[in-house]
């Protein structure tokens, strides 16, 4: 069994990333939607999926998961619009400019 990782867009137009394990996401967004979980999305429903991705390898999910929440909205955004240039882009953006070791100097 592996597991889906996913986006949804909240009714605020803020994102939730989260995953589910199983072969069906579908009965994942009825509770989010329902107010199953009292954490982040119950105040912000109704929610719609986005994007999602499975996972044959459970750790693989989790890993991606973790690195979606720390991506900025622009590259989620461009993540769901399957804007893999500008998601690249974004990539190296984030960290800043590059930075000069003394031997490339």
């Known amino acids: 069994m592996g597991i889906h990782v996913y986006m949804l867009r909240c009714a605020d137009n803020s994102f939730y990333v989260g995953s589910a394990t ?3 996401l579908a009965p994942r967004i009825e509770q989010h939607n ?3 979980f009292p ?14 991705e499975y996972f044959d390898r459970v750790t693989d999910g989790i890993a991606a998961e973790r690195q979606l929440k720390g991506w900025s909205r ?7 619009r399957s804007d893999w240039d500008t998601v690249s882009r974004l990539a190296r953006r984030r960290g800043g400019a590059a930075q000069v070791t003394p031997d490339a100097q």
């Open 74 to 80: 622009a590259k989620k955004e461009a993540l769901i």
């Open 39 to 52: 954490g982040y999305t119950y105040n912000r429903r109704p929610v719609v999926l986005v994007w999602s």
């Open 34 to 36: 329902a107010g199953a």
């Open 22 to 24: 199983g072969d069906d």
